[in-house]
């Protein structure tokens, strides 16, 4: 950032903080509470950071201004200019609620998969060393495991590493039918079954010297059984067997994997990475059916439409990149982002909608059935540590990073029920 936003900090952290709007914000605050913002709220003028405009010395759109023109995108190489042109005007998803004590953070500057919805009511987020679970029906949130101090297995299976870890940096996260995944800074790889007590398994991906763990992805194979698969640094992506307890399969690329994602039907993996092109590879035998290429950067980010076809692709370029699988001769659809690298990318489960986050900022909801040509755009100020659509499709969570304005922020899908005119 530049100057001007350590200006905006500074006067955040003085004015904006330290002045309650009430005697009952202010109450909270002393007692190291914060409210939360409700769509009600904001529909009365208020914002929904509770940033307080109205005290600082410019304006919302001002600062926005600022953001735009300073925020340091890391990038290896000039950017692209065959973007498709979007039309910012859809409304998709209808601002709820920003619940303020979910204080959402990441440790690395590129990998952003540490929000996850299990519902369209339960979130599992990082926060620093915790790793916590917030209900947005009530509105609590608890602990569900602690990397601070030591992590270790209480169930014995094969490849358990019985002796466990000491203060995990975690890096990316998964949450998927009762499966938690957290993976680490030095290949660690944890896992805890949410039904049970403690942690069911642990083990080291790879012992490299350059072994992060950048993504991780829960799924199940064709005969039910539960898998996740781990991207790593060292170049490999690993498919652990979760009924088994051991890895499966392992394939080797020439540059570092930052993430993988199945398709639907379990038979290609499209992989991305530490270069320009990407890989559509055989998900049985690993060999490569085809190279994606197109982006001009590394990418960290890829995600599949349910329909099967359509892949997805985010790079530091600024720009995702829809492919269609029936002809990836060229791209079907090049997006553009406003601030910086598209970091992470998610399909609402009846593929109608796609989001994509930058890192800070901005989230785009695109309609697929536009041919991605009407978006709606997500505004706020903050680092981006993961986007989630829940698994009905019904809301989307957005986790915020920033040392003043860090929350969760929810959405709900709007339903447009037309026959229900014919009634009135």
């Known amino acids: 950032m530049g100057d001007a936003k ?20 202010a109450y909270d605050q002393y007692n190291g ?19 307080p405009w109205d005290r600082l010395n410019f304006s919302r759109e001002d600062y926005r201004r600022t953001r735009l023109e300073q925020y340091k995108n890391y990038e290896n190489v000039p950017n692209s200019g065959d973007c498709k042109p979007t039309e910012k005007e859809g409304v998709y998803y209808d601002f709820r609620r920003n619940s303020r004590s979910v204080r959402s953070t990441i440790l690395h500057f590129q990998l952003r998969n540490l929000v996850w919805a299990t519902s369209k009511h339960d979130v599992y987020l990082m926060s620093h060393y915790s790793l916590v679970h917030w209900s947005a029906l009530t509105r609590d949130k608890y602990e569900v495991l602690n990397f601070a101090g030591h992590v270790a297995p209480r169930q014995k299976h094969p490849g358990n590493l019985t002796e466990g870890f000491y203060q995990t ?4 996260l998964a949450v998927k039918d009762k499966l938690l995944v957290a993976g680490g800074f030095q290949g660690e790889i944890i896992c805890k079954d949410l039904d049970r007590e403690g942690i069911s398994f642990c083990c080291r991906a790879t012992y490299d010297d350059n072994a992060i763990t950048n993504a991780i992805e829960i799924y199940n194979s064709s005969s039910g059984a539960l898998h996740f698969m781990a991207s790593n640094n060292d ?61 001009l950067d590394f990418s960290f980010a890829s995600a599949w439409n349910p329909d099967g076809y359509t892949i997805a692709t985010g790079n530091q370029d600024k720009t995702c990149r829809v492919w269609d699988v029936r002809n990836l001769s060229k791209s079907l659809a090049v ?3 406003n601030l910086g690298a598209i970091r992470s990318i998610r399909f609402t489960s009846d593929g109608r909608f796609m989001a994509m986050a930058e890192p800070a900022d901005l989230v785009h909801i695109f309609d697929v059935r536009s041919g991605y040509k009407e978006r709606q755009e997500l505004d706020f100020f903050g680092e981006i540590s993961g986007i989630s659509f829940s698994p009905d499709a019904e809301a989307l969570f957005v986790g915020v990073w920033d ?11 709007i339903h447009n029920y037309s026959y229900l005119d014919l009634l009135l």
């Open 6 to 25: 350590d200006d905006v900090d500074a006067e955040f952290q003085e004015r904006g903080v330290n002045e309650a709007d009430s005697d009952d914000e």
């Open 33 to 51: 509470k914060v409210t939360d913002i409700s769509a009600a709220q904001t529909r009365k003028g208020k914002d929904i950071q509770g940033i």
């Open 403 to 413: 040392r003043s304005y860090g929350s969760l922020l929810q959405y709900h899908r």
């Open 335 to 337: 997006l553009r982002g």
């Open 169 to 172: 940096q975690v890096s990316t």
């Open 235 to 295: 170049s490999g992506v690993r498919d652990f067997d979760m009924e088994k307890f051991q890895l499966c399969k392992h394939f080797h690329f020439h540059w570092p994997v930052n993430h993988a994602s199945l398709s639907p039907d379990g038979k290609l993996l499209v992989v991305v990475g530490d270069n320009p092109e990407g890989a559509l590879i055989d998900a049985c035998t690993g060999k490569i059916v085809q190279i994606l290429r197109g982006h």
